[in-house]
């Protein structure tokens, strides 16, 4: 069985993007694959689950033969407001890494540069288990959680006022006209305690909608573009996994189709806490985010948008070659002694095929575009392409996962995506930050399609 990097986030991190509670024990592989085009590349120095083979048609929900397309004539992103998001994935970043030192230390300067790369629409997680907003000045303290390779969230120990940091960084956000946000939870722990911990999906809402009233109070909802319940939904809630397998005897990619037990369980945990949050905010978009797994096709889920995440590891192609799933199970955020042969493999990987990576990950992309278009839900994707983990490191070669990244948008624009991000790892931290016009130059492709 496949290492999902939702185990690993899961079981490797003390207290950063998923140290959870029971439903990681249970993580399992989900039933996905993806596609990718091909951009030479001279010889250089060198965030999943999927079963051994991709879906057949005959294993989808609704089979792309099948499926009918939206009517021509209307496009819903002409109706909103942006018309186009490029989106950057920042995670808890800019809470826990708002330290002396860190690379969110200065709130101005980052959103002056996020403005300059042209983006338009920031994925932050407000930790709604953690932070009680009327009571701003908390002391948060998060210990060290000593993973050296960790890309994103929390990389060292944290102390300070996360509420207050959070009122500062929206602020400053509202005073830059042309930037608007997503807020999506992780639900992860830290190390402090909770406000409390849900049982179920439901009662995380109820948690959201006492951070709601507050945020409205306090921010107004002025370019909040939707709320993410939870994060690739089943992965990253507490206990969600566990209580699929106890209620299916499965787990969550056992099967090649979804049983009608496990679209039961799913239809009710995420449709009643949707349900109670668009009663109590009408004026707000809520889903859950989840990856490109066409299962889904089945559950008839009623939310207001769709972000769904890509990545290469659920083509077996890509797998094979790369030895990926191999490679994370040795000690992932504590161990770079794969790095070099990971990106010498990726590399090969790359210049053999990407055309063909492309093509399936194209036409997965363009199944969530007809189910996204025949359910009224503009389609996003927030964090995805290629490898969910690299590193910067001498040992790691960017530039075959930058290629990958520059041709999606031809492919987000060809599927009618609403939002398009380069990849997930959009954070400052990263030396492809430093790159500006490599960001402006695709995210104004984006939004000038």
Request: aromatic share 14%; net charge negative; with cysteine.
């Amino acid at each position: 069985m496949a290492v999902s990097r939702r185990d690993l986030i899961a079981y490797g991190t003390a207290g950063t993007l998923g140290m959870l509670t029971g439903g990681f024990a249970d993580a399992a592989q989900a039933s996905q694959s993806q596609a990718g085009n091909f951009s030479n590349i001279e010889q250089a120095p060198p965030k999943n689950s999927a079963p051994p083979a991709p879906e057949s048609e005959q294993s989808l929900g609704v089979p792309s033969t099948l499926m009918p397309t939206a009517p021509r004539g209307f496009d819903i992103r002409n109706s909103l407001n942006p018309r186009r998001l490029t989106m950057a994935m920042w995670d808890q970043a800019y809470l826990a890494r708002h330290m002396p030192g860190g690379s969110f230390e200065d709130y101005d300067r980052v959103l002056d540069d996020t403005v300059d790369r042209a983006y338009n629409t920031l994925r932050i997680d407000p930790l709604p288990q953690y932070i009680d907003l009327s009571k701003p000045d908390k002391i948060f303290s998060w210990p060290d959680p000593h993973e050296p390779f960790m890309p994103w969230g929390q990389n060292t120990a944290v102390k300070g006022p996360l509420g207050r940091w959070l009122i500062e960084f929206v602020e400053k956000l509202q005073k830059r006209p042309s930037l608007h946000y997503t807020l999506s939870a992780w639900w992860g722990g830290y190390g402090s305690p909770w406000i409390r911990r849900p049982e179920n999906m439901l009662q995380g809402a109820e948690l959201w909608a006492k951070q709601l009233s507050d945020w409205k109070g306090r921010f107004g909802f002025d370019r909040l573009i939707y709320v993410d319940i939870a994060n690739e939904t089943p992965y990253f809630f507490p206990g969600v996994m566990a209580k699929l397998k106890q209620i299916t005897g499965a787990g969550f990619g056992d099967s090649s189709r979804f049983t009608p037990e496990e679209i039961a369980y799913l239809t009710e945990e995420i449709n009643r806490p949707l349900a109670m949050l668009r009663k109590e905010f009408p004026e707000l978009r809520f889903t859950t985010s989840i990856h490109g797994d066409m299962r889904w096709f089945d559950v008839p889920l009623q939310m207001d948008c769709l972000d769904v995440h890509f990545y290469s590891d659920t083509d077996p192609r890509w797998t094979d070659r790369t030895r990926f799933d191999e490679f994370i199970k040795e000690g992932l955020f504590r161990n770079d002694s794969w790095f070099r042969e990971f990106s010498d493999r990726s590399m090969k990987t790359f210049g053999a095929m990407a055309p063909m990576l492309r093509a399936r990950q194209r036409f997965k992309m363009a199944e969530f575009s007809r189910w996204a278009q025949i359910h009224g839900a503009p389609l996003t994707t927030s964090e995805a392409w290629s490898s969910w983990y690299y590193f910067d490191s001498p040992e790691l070669n960017w530039r075959w996962l930058m290629d990958w990244s520059a041709w999606t948008v031809d492919d987000a624009i060809d599927m009618q995506f609403w939002g398009w991000t380069p990849n997930n790892y959009v954070q400052p931290q990263f030396a492809i930050w430093k790159d500006l016009q490599w960001h402006r130059d695709l995210n104004e492709r984006f939004l000038h399609s």
